[in-house]
Nanobody, 128 residues
Framework: QVHLMETGGGSVQPGGSLKLSCVAS????????IGWFRQAPGKEREGVAC?????????YYEDSVFGRFTVTKDNAENMVYLQMDSLKPEDTATYYC????????????????????WGQGTQVTVSS
């Protein structure tokens, strides 16, 4: 059974950093694309970063986080990380990781309708 759990959220001042973890069970994250999404109160969920299956290791970032966020996989630990640097108040949201049913994909997507399994989310608050 596929299970995803996000950890690492918290409160940080603007300019600070956080590292989110996506703990995977029931599947091998190396073979799957992983997406990171966020949803702020009153806003739609948006994709912020994704990484394809590790064979191809293609990565994509939403424009507002490009250069500040980095997505990586630790295949040995079956985990995926989202390193978030230079955080801004507008990054405040609940962050989710997700995977699709299909494995082995060359590319990944920032569209949430391309993903089938989701974690419960972790809250990130950026405030002075």
């Amino acid at each position: 059974q596929v299970h995803l759990m996000e950890t690492g959220g918290g409160s940080v001042q603007p300019g600070g950093s956080l590292k989110l973890s996506c703990v995977a069970s029931g599947f091998i994250s190396e073979y799957y694309a992983i997406g990171w999404f966020r949803q702020a109160p009153g806003k739609e969920r948006e994709g912020v970063a994704c990484v394809s299956s590790s064979l191809y290791n293609n990565k994509y970032y939403e424009d507002s986080v490009f250069g500040r966020f980095t997505v990586t996989k630790d295949n040995a630990e079956n985990m995926v990380y989202l390193q978030m640097d230079s955080l801004k108040p507008e990054d405040t949201a609940t962050y989710y990781c997700a995977i699709p049913d299909m494995s082995g994909t060359r590319y990944c997507s920032l569209r949430d309708d391309q993903y089938d399994h989701w974690g419960q989310g972790t809250q990130v608050t950026v405030s002075s």
